[in-house]
């Protein structure tokens, strides 16, 4: 019975844990791990001086002695937090690298800004060998995000899939090293980007319609270093974000006849830059820099609201 109610207890509090450590807007790694270890720990190992008995191994090597179900039934959830708090890149990419031995048919979508450009870009494998690519360039980090580079490429990796792959035997692999826009794929909440993320399940259906129902699968490949697909679609966004984009006719048809809409977030941090550029240059200028610049050279920052938070206003 007490085993049950631990089990059930554990469960409940770690899908709490889980809802709070989203990759968009979710809390920070450290304090996840000090909210489970100060709340959730305490919480389902209540009164365990009653129901617990530490684990022993006899040393004639028989069986462990002790509260061994326990142990088993509360490891799974102990994972499921550790991958949480710790984010493992290293198993993360031996998992997309052996998918990607296993797997014919591979979709690498990486979006990216370099030198004051945005881009977006997917690169196709068929039995590990590039086959082809597609490109696309949003325009200006003052205009737009990586984050919306990130998804207009799942839609370039649906759309060379549907229109190159004419036959798709077994899983296909769309690989992409942005959590936020992996889960987001989920989310259908309204959100920044989300008429790109509409784009993205409407290529889907198409993909499913035109090829019949595949086994079609999102993954995870974190870093540009020690993963393949990932180095040379990097090299290659690299090259993209500065202007070059696919032919019109090979590219979505939402992509082909005028730019993307401006994302608000990009065009806000871009005055907000501007106008602190600008703020810098007059009070250069000011009566004030000279005397203010001997207490703290790097004023006008945030740091000044640091130095004065012990101050009274007498």
């Keep these: 019975m007490h085993t049950q109610k631990v089990t059930a207890s554990t469960v409940w509090w770690t899908t709490q844990i889980a809802c709070l450590s989203h990759t968009s807007g979710g809390m920070h790694p450290q304090w996840v791990c000090q909210l489970y270890n100060t709340v959730t720990v305490p919480a389902f190992t209540y009164t365990a001086d009653m129901w617990f008995t530490g684990v022993t191994t006899p040393s004639d090597g028989g069986r462990r002695l002790g509260s061994v179900s326990v142990i ?19 198993a993360a990419l031996v998992a997309i690298t052996n998918a990607h031995a296993s797997t014919s048919i591979l ?3 990486d979006g990216s800004g370099f030198k004051g450009g945005i881009g977006a870009l997917v690169v196709l494998y068929v039995n590990c060998w590039e086959t082809s690519y597609l490109t696309y360039h949003l325009g200006s980090d003052a205009e737009h995000t990586v984050y919306k580079g990130k ?21 296909v692999i769309m690989g992409s090293n942005s959590q936020a826009a992996i889960k987001a794929l989920l989310n259908q909440c309204p959100h920044p980007a989300h008429y790109l993320l509409n784009q993205v399940h409407m290529a889907a259906e198409n ?30 966004t690299k090259i993209m974000a500065q202007g070059t984009s696919s032919t019109s006719k090979h590219l979505p048809v939402y992509l082909r006849s005028k730019p993307l809409p401006a994302s608000v977030p ?19 200028r000011s009566p004030h820099f000279k005397n203010i610049n001997r207490i703290d050279e790097s004023f006008p920052s945030q740091r000044y609201m640091w130095l004065v938070r012990d101050l009274r206003h007498k």
């Design 207 to 236: 993909l499913h319609h035109t090829r019949g129902v595949i086994n079609l699968q999102v993954h995870w490949s974190p870093s540009h270093v020690g993963y393949r697909p990932n180095e040379r679609a990097y090299e290659l």
């Design 72 to 90: 088993k039934k509360l490891c799974p959830t102990q994972h499921k937090v550790a991958k949480l708090v710790t984010n493992n890149k290293d």
């Design 107 to 109: 979709v690498y979508c």
């Design 151 to 171: 998804a207009v490429s799942f839609t370039l990796g649906l759309h060379l899939l549907t229109s190159v792959v004419h036959s798709i035997d077994g899983q």
């Design 266 to 284: 990009a065009t806000c941090q871009h005055l907000l830059t501007n106008t602190i550029a600008k703020w810098k240059c007059r009070w250069r």
